[in-house]
């Protein structure tokens, strides 16, 4: 039944009108902690992918049928992913598996219990296989918790996060808590199996294996709960939820090292609070990394959602990304929400000369193009964006607030002494350095994503300073 994509850590109590869950501990491998939940906030509605399912739930087990009249009273978010192991496929040795394995015995002793715990795991998976004919993903011995060439694992990541911020009583509640998680193990007779798409694809030969993307099943919870950005009530409410998503984004980047990658819509909630105000919830570290890794990276990683990805992500330009990619894609969002009346759900109207129209059709290079011309320079800002902001309660705010962030984000006056004014605008440029030898006009052309590079620490640090200033007014009118 595994083989066939029964997942029987996952159980329907008829009983009880509710699943019961198996969530991983985070501790022993196989090792899970039961949680119980009757709705989905999340469907994996599509054959191919990750296969993303959230679900509301409880540990405490029901004691009557779940009902309207006796719902589950739920205190986390479940979150059930594959993780795509992207990168390229080989065949391992037992050699390797055993060098593997006194790798790990020495970083268990150097106190690198994280990354051995996950790569115990997947070799444990090779020695159930005939490693004559399995296809394996390489594994190296990586000094970070979640790394495995390249691997990403969200539990781990939001582990290290708690760690880290967990003393910070200012950040509590900005950032997601997890609880419980891990890879998850499939029963069988013996002993649990880890569960991936090998145990399916187990049986197909080398070369079929090879046309099969290789993934890991994983589960986590995450408290607290939150509703989706749209559910904002005022103008004031969005600054505010926005405004506490990057005081997480600033605090995880500088106190863990790690880039979030995937500021958009989707990934940042509101958590409405007991006495009716709101704040933000930053989500989603399925597409962070840490800092140390990505320079590591022969060529960035192309990561975000349409239309919130950066014009350098968009591009695929090879440059470092840093904060300002993040940045770039909240100035995005907050267009966006601004093109709607806040707090609706109504679609884009897709005029001719609306900018949403070019930052979601064609191709991933023509939608930077035409980012790059709508924010070059302020005017264009102004015509190209600004003037299809939705005329609101609180529409001031919002348009100060996108100026102000376009100005840091594209003409920050700490820059404005640099040479040949190289670090301003968005698009390319041009500078002449003398003729050649046939007399032939010569220039270079200079990227301003590639120049402020070097600034975007300081500059991070002005965006979330207009982003604090812009809070505090909007609801100190309010």
């Known amino acids: 039944r595994r083989r066939l994509g029964y997942d029987e850590t996952i159980t329907w109590l008829d009983g ?20 119980y939940s009757s709705s989905f906030i999340r469907g994996a509605d599509h054959l191919f992918g990750r296969h993303c399912r959230c679900l ?11 009902s309207d009249e006796a719902p589950i009273k739920p205190t986390v978010v479940i979150k059930d992913s594959w993780t795509i192991y992207s990168l390229k496929m080989e065949r391992v040795a037992a050699t390797s598996v055993a060098q593997t394995e006194a790798k790990l015995c020495a970083n268990n002793n150097d106190g690198a219990s994280g990354s051995a715990d996950i790569t115990t795991d997947m070799s444990r998976l090779q020695v159930q ?3 004559q004919s399995c296809v394996w993903p390489s594994v190296d011995v990586l000094q970070d918790v979640y790394h495995i060439s390249g691997l990403r694992n969200e539990y781990a990541l939001l582990h290290t996060i708690n760690s880290s911020l ?64 749209r559910t ?13 998503a990057m005081r997480c984004h600033s605090a995880i980047f500088e106190k863990c090292q790690i880039l979030h990658r995937d500021i958009s819509e989707n990934n ?32 960035p990683e192309r990561t975000g959602t349409f239309p919130f990805m950066s014009i350098a992500n968009l591009e695929n330009l090879p440059i470092e990304r840093t904060v300002l990619d993040d940045w770039e894609s909240l100035l995005y ?32 290079n023509d939608i930077g193009q035409a980012k790059r011309g709508h924010l070059d320079t302020m005017d264009t800002f102004l015509d190209d964006v ?13 348009y100060i607030l996108a100026m102000n962030l376009h100005k840091n984000l594209f003409a920050n006056e700490r820059l404005k002494d640099h040479p040949n004014n190289a670090c301003h605008g968005a698009r390319k440029k041009r500078v002449w350095i003398g003729n050649n030898k046939h007399d032939i006009p010569e220039c270079l052309r200079i990227d301003p994503f590639a120049e402020r590079v070097k600034y975007a620490l300081e500059i991070a640090r002005d965006l979330l300073n207009v982003l604090a200033s812009a809070t505090k007014i909007a609801n100190n009118a309010n």
């Not at 030969?205 to 993307?213: E, H, L, V, W, Y």
């Not at 930053?282 to 990505?294: G, H, K, R, V």
């Open 386 to 398: 600004l003037e299809h902001f939705k005329h609101q309660n609180g529409y001031e705010d919002l």
């Open 16 to 35: 009880l009108n509710c699943y019961e869950i198996e969530v991983p501990s985070g501790t022993v491998p196989g090792d899970h902690v039961k949680y």
């Open 166 to 229: 967990s003393r910070d009583k200012d950040l509590d509640g900005i950032y997601p808590k997890a609880e419980n998680g891990g890879w998850v193990y499939q029963p069988t007779y013996r002993e649990p199996v880890l569960d991936c798409t090998l145990e399916v694809t187990g049986i197909l030969s080398a070369d079929d294996q090879k046309m099969t993307p290789f993934c890991l099943h994983g589960r986590h919870t995450l408290a607290p709960i939150g509703q989706p950005l």
């Open 333 to 364: 969002l907050i267009c966006v929400m601004a093109f709607h009346e806040v707090g609706s759900n109504d679609s884009i109207v897709y005029k001719a000369r609306h900018p949403m129209r070019a930052w979601t059709e064609g191709e991933s």
């Open 129 to 131: 296989k005939d490693l």
């Open 268 to 299: 940042i909630l509101a958590v409405r609070n007991s006495d009716g105000s709101v704040h933000g919830l930053l989500i989603d570290f399925d597409c962070a990394e840490e800092i140390s890794a990505q320079k590591l990276s022969t060529r």
């Open 232 to 244: 904002v009530k005022s103008t004031p409410e969005l600054i505010t939820v926005l405004y506490d």
């Open 56 to 66: 509301l739930a409880t540990p405490i087990r029901p004691t009557i049928p779940v």
